[in-house]
């Protein structure tokens, strides 16, 4: 008998399954780096936004993850991630409508997110969900702190 899916809004108490679950799945794994997904960083990012990152749980456990933040005009979209085990079950639809709710209710009225090229899966899951492929600008990237990769 499959166990009943359980949303929440994630806490920085979260990190370590959030963490773990992060390395379960290889895409995302590749996309952390050791200071803003860091327990403080997680945390400084929550605490920033404390009503907009999900869980999904499964037995209590953390199968699946959303965090979504926003600067006051627009809403970005980190680390969606579900468990290999959990993958294909509507976990990740449902974790995208649940941020995209939360950052409506705060008035967000656009938002974005980042995927590899090269993670067709994912390019596949996002257009599936409305989200368009913007074509039209460059993403320009610097980093501040030596030990945040500065990216390809």
Not at 40 to 58: H, Q, V, W
Not at 61 to 90: E, M, S, Y
Not at 110 to 120: A, H, P, W
Request: proline fraction near 3%; aromatic fraction near 8%; glycine fraction near 8%.
């Amino acid at each position: 008998m499959e166990n009943k899916l359980t949303y929440k809004i994630m806490t920085a108490a979260d990190y370590d399954e959030l963490y773990a679950l992060w390395n379960q799945v290889e895409q995302t794994k590749r996309a952390l780096n050791p200071v803003d997904d860091s327990r403080e960083g997680i945390s400084r990012y929550i605490k920033r936004n404390p009503s907009t990152c999900f869980a999904a749980l499964s037995d209590g456990k953390i199968v699946g993850a959303i965090l979504t933040g926003h600067d006051g005009r627009r809403g970005i979209i980190h680390h969606l991630c579900v468990h290999p085990d959990f993958q294909r079950k509507g976990i990740a639809a449902t974790l995208v409508s649940k941020a995209e709710e939360a950052l409506k209710k705060e008035g967000i009225q656009k938002l974005f997110g980042l995927v590899f090229k090269d993670n067709d899966k994912a390019n596949a899951f996002w257009e599936k969900q409305g989200y368009s492929l913007r074509t039209n600008l460059n993403y320009r990237n610097k980093s501040l702190n030596e030990a945040v990769p500065q990216g390809e």
